[in-house]
């Protein structure tokens, strides 16, 4: 069982969201209140949906980026795993860090998650180009992306063409930036984990949302990205949105984002997945701490 430190209390305090459609108006969204007192305890491995339907859907392989990770992990040159994509990332990388922390794994978190942003809107912030400079400054061994809250809307690149939304154009366009990304992770010889965005309360932003599981289900079957199904996580059923699961509040109330315990049962997925795609990748001494919690 799992419980929250204290100490990230106050980084939580100053976390914020943008899930609305004009980014010039992002407004800031305060998670003191949900996490003020510790959160109710997530079992790793907890799901809404059916364990044996989401087996079936929640993660995709395909062929091209490195499937594992192959150097020597230990605690003088520990794993790097970044963290890039828009305000819920910044969460899942918040609580990533926190959760290898108290697990005692050689794990550096590079949390990039930045607000207000996505793949839409390239004139505002560019993440393709952008995350040219992070692989190669940072050299990630793992990438974990989430896109997709920010991006109901057209297109707009850096070059300053506009794609219509809700158009073939735009689904192309916007598969190709995710593509762009993926090229540079491919090219840095980074493990790629591309989270299928959670559902959201907002049935406009929604539409968009489950478009995009589409989109990035189908790239990670063709570029060997390892795909995870969020809907299929912190879902209902049919991978509608819920804000409980299991009796526990998962989403905050804004309808977008997480509470600390959904941000964990996120990060425990995460952090199931890359252990089981890269057996024996930690050292015996750090699963044996591990073994303690």
């Known amino acids: 069982m799992f419980k929250f ?11 914020t969201a943008a899930c609305g459609t004009d980014l010039q108006r992002a407004r800031a969204q305060d998670l003191g209140e949900a996490l003020r007192a510790p959160a109710p305890a997530v079992r790793e491995g907890t799901s809404v949906s059916d364990e044996t339907a989401r087996a079936e859907t929640t ?3 395909g062929g091209v980026l490195p499937q594992r990770v192959t150097r020597a992990v230990t605690p003088a040159d520990p794993l790097r795993v970044m963290v890039i994509g828009d305000s819920l990332a910044d969460g899942f990388g918040m609580f990533l860090k926190q959760r290898v922390e108290q697990r005692g794994l050689p794990v550096t978190v ?4 930045r607000t207000s942003t996505g793949l839409a809107r390239a004139d505002f912030y560019d993440w393709p180009g952008q995350f040219v400079g992070m692989a190669a400054a940072d050299r990630p061994d793992i990438v974990v992306a989430n896109f997709g809250a920010n991006d109901n809307q057209p297109i707009r ?13 735009w689904d192309a366009a916007y598969t190709a930036q995710m593509r762009h990304i993926l090229d540079t992770a491919a090219g840095a010889g980074a493990v790629f984990y591309l989270l299928g965005p959670a559902p959201d309360a907002d049935s406009h932003r929604n ?7 589409g989109l990035f289900r189908d790239v990670a079957r063709q570029t060997g990205a390892h795909f995870i199904s969020l809907p299929a996580i912190t879902g209902g ?8 699961a299991n009796g526990t509040t998962i989403r905050s109330g804004d309808g977008s984002h997480f509470t600390g315990a959904g941000y964990t049962l996120v990060v425990n997925e995460i952090l199931a997945a890359i252990e089981r795609d890269n057996p024996g990748l930690f050292s015996p001494s750090s699963v044996e701490i591990a073994s303690l919690q």
């Open 237 to 244: 059923p049919n991978g509608e949105w819920v804000q409980s």
């Open 157 to 169: 690149l850096a070059s300053g063409k506009s794609v219509p939304y809700d158009t073939a154009e």
């Open 59 to 61: 993660f995709v392989r």
């Open 5 to 15: 430190s204290k100490a990230v209390l106050p980084l939580l305090l100053v976390f």
């Open 207 to 213: 539409a968009l949302l489950s478009k995009a599981n």
């Open 110 to 113: 590079l949390n990039r998650g």
